[in-house]
């Protein structure tokens, strides 16, 4: 009952937002191919389908190494939104594969394209992204040292 529940639920929101039905279709249709990869592979992935790892993003909204240091998360949605930035332009998210969900080491870029992608309700948001396997030697101390959100 719960399952179908949740199907009606899913198909009356996919109707509301299109995005939405593409989010499903990814979960049922593509989800499974990366869970069946090995090692780190890059993909463009729905932003909705990604999932915090931090329970918090810096409490001035801002970032805070690389080449955007100290920028605002505002201004990268206000850049994205105005054509001066493209999705292209930014640096691939770490993700983490952890059973079936995506989780991104990248919170504040996330925020952004969360934004981003509430505003652009009409079209489904892809972002490039380095994915990972949670077993990974190579990312798995980083991400249960960082995996602090409740987000199971």
């Keep these: 009952q719960g399952r ?6 899913c198909a ?16 049922k249709l593509k989800l499974p191919n990366l869970q069946q ?10 932003v909705w389908c990604l ?12 970032f805070g190494a ?9 201004e990268l949605v206000h850049d994205l939104l105005s054509g001066r930035r493209s999705i292209a332009e930014i640096e691939p998210l770490l993700i983490v594969l952890d059973g079936d969900r995506l989780f991104s080491l990248s919170n504040r870029r996330l925020a952004a394209l969360k934004m981003f992608q509430a505003l652009r309700q009409h079209q489904e948001v892809r972002v490039p992204c380095r994915v990972y396997q949670a077993g990974d030697p190579q990312i798995a101390p980083k991400y249960r040292a960082a995996k602090t959100t409740s987000d199971t």
Excluded: N
Excluded at 20 to 26: A, I, M, P, Q
Excluded at 37 to 46: I, M, R, S
């Design 4 to 9: 179908t529940s949740c199907s009606l639920k």
């Design 12 to 27: 009356a929101t996919a109707g509301l937002l299109p995005c939405f039905e593409r989010h499903s279709e990814f979960h």
């Design 37 to 46: 990869k090995a090692g780190v592979f890059c993909v463009d992935l729905p």
């Design 51 to 62: 999932r915090w790892t931090h329970d918090k993003i810096h409490s001035q909204m801002v």
């Design 66 to 74: 690389g080449r955007r240091q100290d920028s605002s998360v505002y």
